[in-house]
C-alpha cells in the first residue's frame, strides 16, 4: 500500500517516502519518540535525513513544548565546541559576559548532536556525565548546573570500530547507542527516488509560481538509475536545479546533470537480513555492490575534475559534507594519481 509518512505541514519538517524500508525506520522512530529523556543514536549515510528524524522525534516527544537546538560536532573546533556545549562564565576581570551554552539552552528540550563521532576525546568523558546527571560547569567555573535535555547524537561513521582504535569512549558509545534508529540509504529505499522527486519538483515550482509539469519517463528511469551517494539532500539538490530549467515544461534529461543523465542501470538490492528493530548494523551489500561502488567512485570524480578539483563547490554538487567528500577521495585517489595539490587547500 502506497503511504506518505509523517508529514508535519506547520513546523516545514516533511518526511517523503513509502518504501517498505523507509516505513519500518519511521515506525521505529515513533516508538523511539515516546521516551522522554534516554538518549539514542541515528546511523546513517550523509544526506539520509539525520537532522530531519531528530526534529520529529523532538516534535512527537513530551519534549516537544521545549527548545530543539542542533549543533554539530564536525564543523567547529574543539575548544569552541566545548564553549558552545558548556558555556562560558564571566571573566574575573569584566573582559566578557557570561555565555550560557547549549546544554543551558535546550533545557526542557532536545540538543541534537550531529557526527558525534567527530567529538573530540577530552568532550567525550564530560558528555557521559552530563548523560548520567551529573552537574557541570560553565568554562571558567561558576555554579554547577545541571542539564534536563535529551541528547539525540548521529553519525555516519562505525563508532564500534572508532571505540577499538581508541579515539571514542566505550561508556558515551554504550549511552547513545544503546537506543537506535538506522536510516537505510536512498539507493535502497526502493520507489522512493520516484517519490522525493516529485515532491521537489512540486514543491519548488510552486515556491517559483510555476505549473507542474512532472517528470519524463526517461528522466525518472535516470534517477532512478543513479545510485545517489549524497542520498536525499543530493537528489533535493539536482531536483531544485533541474525545475529552474524546465521554465514549467516536464523534466527532461537535458535538465540533469550528465552523469545522471548518463547513469547506467543499477543492480537491484538484496533484500536485508532480519534483525531487532531500529539494530544499529551496515547496510546490507547489494547484489553486485563492486559495480555499484565503482559506479559511484566515476561520478564522484567525474564531478571533482568537472569542478575543478574544488572540494568546497564539488561538495555542495553532490549534497555531500566536505569531510565525507574528503574521505572518499583519499579512498579513490589513493588507489591511483593523487591529485597535485593537498585536499585541505581547497
Known amino acids: 500500500m502506497t503511504r506518505v509518512l509523517w508529514i508535519e505541514d506547520e513546523s516545514e519538517v516533511r518526511v517523503v517516502g513509502a518504501s517498505e524500508r523507509w516505513a519500518r525506520a519511521m515506525e521505529r522512530l515513533r516508538e523511539l519518540s ?16 539525520k537532522e530531519l528524524c531528530a526534529r520529529l522525534l523532538h516534535a512527537a516527544s513530551p519534549r516537544a513544548g521545549g527548545p530543539f537546538v542542533a549543533v554539530s560536532a564536525a564543523r567547529l573546533p574543539a575548544e569552541r565546541l566545548r564553549e558552545e556545549l558548556f558555556g ?18 535546550a533545557e526542557g528540550g532536545t540538543l541534537f548532536l550531529d557526527e558525534i563521532g ?34 539525540i547524537a548521529a553519525t555516519a561513521r562505525d563508532l564500534g570500530a572508532r571505540v577499538l582504535e581508541g579515539s ?28 522525493l522527486a516529485e515532491h521537489f519538483l512540486e514543491r519548488q515550482s510552486a515556491a517559483a509560481g510555476l505549473s507542474k509539469g512532472g517528470i519524463t519517463p526517461r528522466a525518472l528511469a535516470q534517477l532512478e ?3 545517489w551517494p549524497g542520498n536525499v539532500r543530493e537528489l533535493r539538490s539536482v531536483v531544485e536545479r533541474a525545475s529552474l530549467l524546465t521554465r514549467g515544461a ?18 537491484a538490492a538484496a533484500t536485508p537480513r532480519s534483525g531487532p528493530p531500529g539494530a544499529l548494523r551496515p547496510s546490507p551489500p547489494a547484489r553486485g555492490s563492486a559495480s555499484l561502488g565503482e559506479a559511484v567512485r566515476r561520478h564522484i570524480l567525474a564531478v ?22 574528503r574521505r572518499h577521495l583519499r579512498q579513490y585517489l589513493a588507489a591511483g594519481a593523487r591529485d597535485k595539490e593537498p585536499l585541505s587547500s581547497r
Open 250 to 267: 516536464p523534466l527532461d534529461l537535458e535538465h540533469l546533470p550528465t552523469e545522471i543523465a548518463t547513469a547506467p542501470p543499477r543492480p
Open 34 to 49: 515516546e521516551h522522554e529523556r534516554a538518549p539514542l543514536l541515528i546511523a546513517g549515510e550523509p544526506g539520509t535525513g
Open 225 to 227: 538509475a543513479y545510485p
Open 88 to 105: 562560558v562564565d564571566a571573566a574575573a576581570d569584566g573582559r566578557h559576559a557570561a555565555r550560557p551554552g547549549l546544554l543551558e539552552l
Open 118 to 151: 567527530a567529538l573530540p576525546l577530552e568532550l567525550q568523558l564530560p558528555l557521559v556525565g552530563v548523560l548520567d546527571g551529573e552537574p557541570f560547569r560553565r568554562i571558567g567555573g561558576g555554579e554547577a548546573l545541571v542539564a534536563d535535555v535529551r541528547v
Open 168 to 195: 571514542f569512549h566505550e561508556g558515551l558509545h554504550k549511552r547513545v547507542g544503546a537506543l537506535g534508529l538506522s536510516l537505510p540509504p536512498l539507493r535502497e529505499r526502493d520507489g522512493d527516488v520516484r517519490r
Open 304 to 325: 571533482y575534475a568537472a569542478q575543478g578539483g574544488n572540494v568546497t563547490r564539488t561538495a555542495s554538487a553532490l549534497g555531500i559534507t566536505r569531510v565525507s567528500l
